[in-house]
């Protein structure tokens, strides 16, 4: 009988190692998963606004836009509706390299200068408005 109830006590201890080892395996696991997951997200910088002036001084026919660091790229070619929706001439990339053997920068912006068919300040005034929409 006591032979009996040793292997039983034995086998107890030996499921509940297993079971506690499984345990943490799998705790291991998903903690790793999470923390995958908290490294694939990004945090995007928030938008700088600025008040359109008038009386100021400045081109009608141009607007600067700087993209977030998360989106922006060495050479990067973007899609022309990520500039918003209003008409543009050309969209020229400041920021361009010729040496495609530079590496970008954590903190790396691009730059795109959008040409406005016309030389018209409110056109600028209303582009403004759609690019910070």
């Known amino acids: ?14 499921t509940i190692m297993f079971a506690l080892i499984a345990l943490l395996a799998i705790t291991i696991f ?8 908290a490294v694939d997200v990004k ?13 100021r001084d400045y081109d009608g026919d141009k607007v600067l836009v700087v993209l977030d660091k ?4 060495l050479n990067k070619i973007h899609k022309t ?7 543009k001439s ?20 691009q730059i795109f200068e959008i040409v406005l068919p016309e030389n018209n300040k409110q056109k600028v005034k209303e582009a403004l408005i759609n690019l910070l929409n």
């Open 1 to 14: 009988m006591k032979k009996h109830e040793s292997f039983k006590k034995g086998k107890l201890i030996i």
């Open 30 to 37: 998903l903690s790793n998963i999470v923390i995958a997951k």
């Open 43 to 55: 945090v995007y910088e928030d938008k700088i606004y600025h008040q359109i002036d008038e009386n």
């Open 70 to 73: 998360n989106i922006s790229g």
């Open 81 to 87: 509706e990520l500039f918003g929706d209003f008409p």
């Open 90 to 109: 050309e969209i020229i990339d400041l920021t361009a390299s010729k040496n495609n053997s530079e590496q970008k920068k954590d903190d790396f912006r």
